[in-house]
């Protein structure tokens, strides 16, 4: 599995982006660069993550710099999956 485009399929589907994510690189800008990020979409983002690739999140485990790239998002959920 390709974590990368997995967890950006899910911020496609997930923000409603239509496609917009197939020219994000890693360092893509995402919270505050994205209006569809809002705080309901974080929360959103986070539990189809969990479900996505069987994670938990604790509220501890986040804060605002999981989401501010898409490759620390990427990144976060790769060391989720690692333990």
């Known amino acids: 599995m390709n974590i990368s485009q997995e967890v950006l399929r899910v911020v496609d589907e997930v923000l ?8 994000f690189t890693r360092d893509t800008p995402l919270l505050g660069a994205i209006p569809e990020l809002d705080s309901m979409a974080v929360v959103t983002l986070i ?3 969990e479900e996505q690739f069987g994670l938990v999140v604790d509220d501890d485990d ?8 898409v490759g620390s998002l990427t990144d976060f959920v790769s060391s989720k999956l690692a333990t």
């Open 16 to 23: 409603s982006l239509n496609g917009r994510t197939a020219t």
């Open 47 to 49: 539990t189809t993550l």
């Open 62 to 69: 986040i804060d605002g710099s999981t989401f501010a790239t």
